[in-house]
């Protein structure tokens, strides 16, 4: 089995940024302009979207003999770390795009954790817990070979 010392991957959510960093500068302008009792709402409104534009802008992945790993945004944070001793399973998926797709960041009932920005190939990990992890990348059998798992 081919190994690689360290599979590393990032994508960046361009749609995300574009879409993101407008409404951001326009809750600013609000909050500037309309100083009163609605100030605590557009406040809010304008930290909850500059954090949801940050979170999902940036994803890096990096898989090797210990494990794998994901870093959200531009500072790393948040970060999911799986030991490779605490995989299960692993397999490739394809992410499907569309209306409906499974992008996204978050958790859904049946499918756990999902760290994925783009459409396309990813990675499905199940732990030895039984708790799953979906991440996109864009070589997931490199990431696989990384860690010492034959896809």
């Known amino acids: 089995m081919p190994t690689a010392a ?6 960046t959510n361009w749609v995300m940024l574009v879409i993101g ?3 951001v500068v326009l809750w600013t302008i609000i909050s500037v302009k309309d100083p ?9 409104v304008w930290l909850i979207s500059l954090l949801i534009t940050a ?3 940036t994803q890096r992945v990096t898989a090797g003999p210990v494990g794998l790993a994901v ?7 948040p ?3 799986i030991a490779r001793a605490d995989i299960a399973h692993a397999e ?14 978050g958790w859904r009932p049946r499918r756990g ?7 396309g190939p990813g990675l499905r990990i199940r732990t030895n817990s039984g708790r799953r992890v979906t991440v996109s990348m864009r070589d997931p059998a490199a990431a696989l070979w990384a860690m010492g798992i034959a896809p």
């Open 71 to 77: 870093s959200l945004g531009p500072f790393g944070f």
């Open 55 to 57: 979170v999902t802008s």
């Open 113 to 119: 954790w999902m760290l994925a920005l783009n459409t």
């Open 21 to 23: 960093i407008p409404i």
């Open 36 to 44: 009163g009792l609605n100030n605590i709402l557009v406040t809010a």
């Open 79 to 81: 970060r999911v770390t």
């Open 6 to 11: 360290v599979y590393t991957c990032r994508a």
């Open 92 to 105: 490739i998926i394809d992410l499907p795009s569309g209306p409906w797709s499974s992008a996204g960041v």
